[in-house]
């Protein structure tokens, strides 16, 4: 059974770091591409950035280059996503997806999914 686990999400302040974690298990991440989205509210999920796991590439949104950054763990099988110089733009519900396609910000393209890790800015 493929299991997607997210967690690392909290409040805190504009300006500050983060670090989330997608913890998986039934997959191989050299396998699979795992994809972070966010969801704020009212607004649509977006892809935030890409890890795949066949090259070790990792890819990001416009939106977030250079201040979001993915680092792997492949003995705990965890994709981090570590996002920087927090802004209050950064609220959202974020998600780690796992697709066996290369990396992608389209969701439709993502098999499994996590119930995602909530995380709120303060200005």
């Known amino acids: 059974e493929v299991q997607l686990v997210e967690s690392g999400g909290g409040l805190v302040q504009a300006g500050g770091s983060l670090r989330l974690s997608c913890a998986t298990s039934g997959i191989t991440l050299d396998d699979y591409a795992i994809g972070w989205f966010r969801q704020a509210p009212g607004k649509e999920r977006e892809g935030v950035s890409c890890?795949?796991?066949?090259?070790?590439?990792?890819s990001f949104a416009n939106s977030v280059k250079g201040r979001f950054t993915i680092s792997t763990d492949n003995v705990k099988n965890t994709v981090y996503l570590i996002i920087h110089s927090l802004k209050s733009e950064d609220t959202a519900l974020y998600y780690c997806?796992?697709?066996?396609?290369?990396?992608?910000?389209?969701?439709?393209?993502?098999?499994?999914w996590g119930q995602g890790t909530q995380v709120t800015v303060s200005s």
């Open positions: 997806a796992a697709s066996t396609s290369v990396c992608s910000f389209d969701d439709w393209q993502y098999d499994y």
């Open positions: 890890f795949n796991g066949g090259d070790g590439r990792s």
